[in-house]
Nanobody
């Protein structure tokens, strides 16, 4: 079993920064690629950033590329994935979800391909954290 817990959401100002963290605990050897999705009111869930199990491969959607950075810190007892969000704008207002794939689901490219086909079935999901960008 793997549990994901997000933290760091809240109120940010346009042009400002926020940092989200996702702590994975449990059977960490099972965790492979991890990702951040977001869902704004009235919109579909969107994959915005993802990182491979090793941390060497990353993916960003066009909506956040150049502004957000995903990183990963793997230790014996916890995997933490961080999303540094810079140059925030009001369109970044959403509930942000951490998600992950197990080793059985394959590498990062497989996760991206599935999502691009409309398959959002990840092995692990956090409960989400709300980000509001407003002045």
């Amino acid at each position: 079993q793997v549990q994901l817990a997000e933290s760091g959401g809240g109120l940010g100002e346009p042009g400002g920064s926020l940092r989200l963290s996702c702590a994975a605990s449990g059977s960490l050897s099972e965790v492979n690629a991890m990702a951040w999705f977001r869902q704004a009111p009235g919109k579909e869930r969107e994959l915005i950033a993802a990182i491979s199990g090793s941390g060497r491969g990353t993916y960003y959607s066009n909506s956040v590329k150049g502004r957000f950075t995903i990183s990963r810190d793997n230790t014996e007892n916890e995997n933490t994935v961080t999303l540094q969000m810079n140059v925030l704008n009001r369109e970044d207002t959403a509930v942000y979800y951490c998600a992950g794939d197990s080793q059985a689901m394959g590498a990062l490219n497989g996760m991206i391909a599935r999502v691009q086909r409309g398959d959002y079935d990840m092995d692990y999901w956090g409960k989400g954290t709300l980000v509001i960008v407003s002045s």
